[in-house]
Nanobody, 113 residues
Framework: QVQLVESGGGLVQAGGSLRLSCVAS??????LGWYRQAPGKQRELVAT???????NYADSMKGRFTISRDNAKNTVYLQMNSLKPEDTAVYYC?????????WGQGTQVTVSS
């Protein structure tokens, strides 16, 4: 059973940084990732990372966001720098394992201008 618990969201000014964490129990070997959903918009990819460390980013996040994982701690991180008001959204942790998607409850990130 995969369970995902996010933390680290909050309110930050434009240009600031936040680090999100997600403890992904039961996720050994899975691809982990972050997605986000802004009000009135569809959920979109932020970044993913395989168990071997290969990463993939949405174009708009490249250079500002960094995804990493600690397999020993079953934890995935998202370091977000140079945040913009348009980054405001609920950020969801995702695990993809054996053709199934698992989701966390989400953590709110609000970037003020």
């Amino acid at each position: 059973q995969v369970q995902l618990v996010e933390s680290g969201g909050g309110l930050v000014q434009a240009g600031g940084s936040l680090r999100l964490s997600c403890v992904a129990s039961g996720s050994s070997g899975s691809r982990l990732g972050w997605y986000r959903q802004a009000p009135g918009k569809q959920r979109e990819l932020v970044a993913t990372i395989t168990s071997g460390g290969r990463t993939n980013y949405a174009d708009s996040m490249k250079g500002r966001f960094t995804i990493s994982r600690d397999n020993a701690k079953n934890t995935v991180y998202l370091q977000m720098n140079s945040l913009k008001p348009e980054d405001t959204a609920v950020y969801y942790c995702n695990a993809y394992l054996l053709y199934k998607n698992y989701w966390g409850q989400g953590t709110q990130v609000t970037v003020s201008s």
